[in-house]
């Protein structure tokens, strides 16, 4: 089935088809149906392993997320870059269509459609953290800003210095604040302290739409003062996954047969771990300002990345690769859900986001790339009226380390359960070269299949879906990252 937008109403109803029958509760279901949303946004955080985050001893808040809300398994981030992929947040587009191929914002062209189009249906809005890469540079003083910013109601975000967690300068509307090297200047403590303080501030009576952008995960991987050498981390064993320095490559393209395999002592994660600690304590800073207001219960809560990491696998570590496009995504209402955990198959896109909220608003998004999923989220339905899902990296990247050879440029197309009861990845290189993978069977990517001819119909049927959207949005093949 298609998407599917709910009136307050018919949310209203729905809220109340699974809520006790009880008059305080139908009062609460009516509340909620403009419900708040907050996004939590974290920087390289692959879905795995899940040890970072579903242990209830060590991240009770984020286990909430993996125990008790709704799973997505496959979603995908439609570009797996930093900047790019904020983009495909905010306007619900492809990198082609927002011209933010690569980590800097100067073809961004600044509107911010999301939060205009839920202002328009009066919600209130505020980002926090961090934006898209290179701010500073698009604009250098604060008149600039003033022009970005003033699409939301609150604009708290990392200004220069971006990517730092301590010694940088916050951009907000009220003025400049430069932090330092304290416990408290941490850029995540901030976020959370901007967030909490956003929602006391709105009127009960008003929705709020909360975007909390961590840098947490990306380098220089720096946790909250308090979480360094956290003795629950201490531990924590190295992640060693099925694809870890994969022995045999002679299946995948030139540029990954050209790296050498290194120790198989696994990819430490105690940093990860320590990491993962301070995100818990952002999200249980967030959600104690939720309960104070009244809005925990009815708030839709998103946590998901820019992009995924690879630690070590297929012998890669970092991102821009057609292997890491995998990202986490979980979504907490308890409103809907109470505590009962779920889990969703079908491949979903980072552009869908922005269509999914403003579905679940009651606005329209402009121009999106993107599907509402909330047909999978109230469980109308296991899969979406389409037959892929779309991501790219349309630059080369640079030849450094052990990579003795640029990787290419990629599209990569994943089918959905609307196509097949098995799901397939299917990349093309600038190069010419291809792989094929048998996703259900092969979750790791050991075997690329393409060329072989017992496939060879989904080889064509994914390569055909390309040729669609590269002749509907006009992509191509651009110039090597920076």
Same mark, same amino acid.
């Given at each position: 089935?298609?998407?599917?937008?709910?009136?307050?109403?018919?949310?209203?109803?729905?809220?109340?088809?699974?809520?006790?029958?009880?008059?305080?509760?139908?009062?609460?279901?009516?509340? !909620?149906?403009?419900?708040?949303?907050?996004?939590?946004?974290?920087?390289?955080?692959?879905?795995?392993?899940?040890?970072? !985050?579903?242990?209830?001893?060590?991240?009770?808040?984020?286990?909430?997320?993996?125990?008790?809300?709704?799973?997505?398994?496959?979603?995908?981030?439609?570009?797996?870059?930093?900047?790019?992929?904020?983009?495909?947040?905010?306007?619900?587009?492809?990198?082609?269509?927002?011209?933010?191929?690569?980590?800097?914002?100067?073809?961004?062209?600044?509107?911010?459609?999301?939060?205009?189009?839920?202002?328009?249906?009066?919600?209130?809005?505020?980002?926090?953290?961090?934006?898209?890469?290179?701010?500073?540079?698009?604009?250098?003083?604060?008149?600039?800003?003033?022009? /970005?910013?003033?699409?939301?109601?609150?604009?708290?975000?990392?200004?220069?210095?971006?990517?730092?967690?301590?010694?940088?300068?916050?951009? #907000?509307?009220?003025?400049?604040?430069?932090?330092?090297?304290?416990?408290?200047?941490?850029?995540?403590?901030?976020? $959370?302290?901007?967030?909490?303080?956003?929602?006391?501030?709105?009127?009960? +009576?008003?929705?709020?739409?909360? *975007?909390?952008? /961590?840098?947490?995960?990306?380098?220089?991987?720096?946790?909250? $003062?308090?979480?360094?050498? %956290?003795?629950?981390?201490?531990?924590?064993?190295?992640?060693?996954?099925?694809?870890?320095?994969?022995?045999?490559?002679?299946?995948?393209?030139?540029?990954?047969?050209?790296?050498? &395999? &290194?120790? +198989? +002592?696994?990819? +430490?994660? #105690?940093?990860?771990?320590?990491?993962?600690?301070?995100?818990?304590?952002?999200?249980?800073?967030?959600?104690?300002?939720?309960?104070?207001?009244?809005? $925990?219960?009815?708030?839709?809560?998103?946590?998901?990345?820019?992009?995924?990491?690879?630690?070590?696998?297929?012998?890669?570590?970092?991102?821009?690769?057609?292997?890491?496009?995998? *990202?986490?995504?979980?979504? &907490?209402?308890?409103?809907?859900?109470?505590?009962?955990?779920?889990?969703?198959?079908?491949?979903?896109?980072?552009?869908?986001?922005?269509?999914?909220?403003? %579905?679940?608003?009651?606005?329209?998004?402009?121009?999106?790339?993107?599907?509402?999923?909330?047909?999978?989220?109230?469980?109308?339905?296991? #899969?979406?009226?389409?037959?892929?899902?779309?991501?790219?990296?349309?630059?080369?990247?640079?030849?450094?380390?052990?990579?003795?050879?640029?990787?290419?440029?990629?599209?990569?197309?994943?089918?959905?359960?609307?196509?097949?009861?098995?799901?397939?990845?299917?990349?093309?290189?600038?190069?010419?070269?291809?792989? /094929?993978?048998?996703?259900?069977?092969?979750?790791?990517?050991?075997?690329?299949?393409?060329?072989?001819?017992?496939?060879?119909?989904?080889?064509?049927?994914?390569?055909?879906?390309?040729?669609?959207?590269?002749?509907?949005?006009?992509?191509?093949?651009?110039? &090597?990252?920076?």
């Amino acid at each position: 089935m298609g998407p599917i937008r709910l009136s307050a109403a018919a949310l209203t109803l729905a809220l109340l088809a699974t809520l006790p029958t009880t008059a305080a509760r139908a009062a609460e279901a009516v509340a !909620w149906a403009r419900p708040d949303v907050v996004v939590f946004y974290l920087d390289d955080w692959a879905p795995y392993p899940a040890r970072l !985050w579903d242990r209830e001893g060590r991240t009770p808040e984020l286990a909430r997320f993996a125990d008790r809300g709704l799973v997505f398994r496959n979603a995908i981030a439609a570009t797996p870059l930093c900047g790019p992929s904020r983009a495909n947040l905010l306007t619900g587009r492809y990198g082609h269509s927002t011209g933010v191929t690569e980590n800097t914002i100067r073809r961004y062209d600044g509107t911010e459609p999301l939060a205009e189009a839920l202002r328009g249906v009066g919600y209130r809005t505020a980002f926090v953290g961090k934006h898209l890469n290179g701010l500073a540079r698009k604009y250098p003083t604060r008149r600039g800003m003033e022009e /970005l910013a003033g699409h939301w109601d609150h604009f708290d975000v990392i200004w220069h210095d971006q990517g730092r967690f301590y010694d940088w300068r916050q951009y #907000r509307k009220s003025g400049t604040f430069r932090y330092g090297d304290g416990p408290t200047d941490h850029s995540s403590y901030q976020a $959370a302290r901007r967030a909490a303080r956003f929602i006391d501030a709105t009127p009960p +009576d008003e929705p709020l739409f909360l *975007v909390v952008s /961590l840098v947490d995960g990306h380098l220089p991987r720096t946790p909250m $003062a308090r979480f360094e050498d %956290d003795a629950s981390c201490r531990g924590i064993a190295p992640w060693h996954g099925p694809a870890y320095h994969e022995r045999d490559v002679s299946d995948k393209p030139a540029y990954v047969r050209k790296v050498e &395999r &290194r120790s +198989d +002592d696994g990819f +430490d994660l #105690r940093t990860r771990c320590e990491e993962s600690l301070t995100v818990d304590w952002v999200v249980g800073r967030v959600r104690r300002a939720l309960e104070a207001s009244g809005r $925990a219960g009815g708030a839709m809560q998103i946590l998901t990345a820019d992009n995924g990491m690879l630690m070590g696998d297929h012998r890669l570590v970092g991102k821009t690769y057609p292997y890491d496009t995998w *990202v986490p995504l979980f979504v &907490r209402w308890p409103a809907i859900f109470g505590g009962e955990p779920r889990e969703v198959e079908e491949p979903v896109s980072s552009v869908d986001l922005g269509a999914t909220i403003c %579905d679940l608003a009651g606005c329209t998004l402009p121009a999106t790339d993107g599907t509402s999923l909330l047909p999978l989220i109230m469980d109308e339905s296991d #899969r979406l009226d389409r037959s892929f899902v779309y991501s790219e990296m349309l630059h080369r990247g640079p030849s450094s380390g052990r990579l003795s050879r640029a990787r290419p440029a990629w599209i990569q197309i994943h089918s959905t359960l609307a196509y097949s009861d098995r799901l397939w990845a299917y990349t093309l290189y600038d190069t010419g070269e291809e792989e /094929l993978y048998d996703v259900s069977a092969d979750p790791h990517r050991l075997r690329n299949l393409a060329g072989k001819r017992r496939v060879e119909q989904v080889r064509a049927d994914l390569h055909a879906f390309w040729q669609e959207t590269k002749e509907r949005g006009g992509v191509r093949w651009k110039g &090597r990252l920076p």
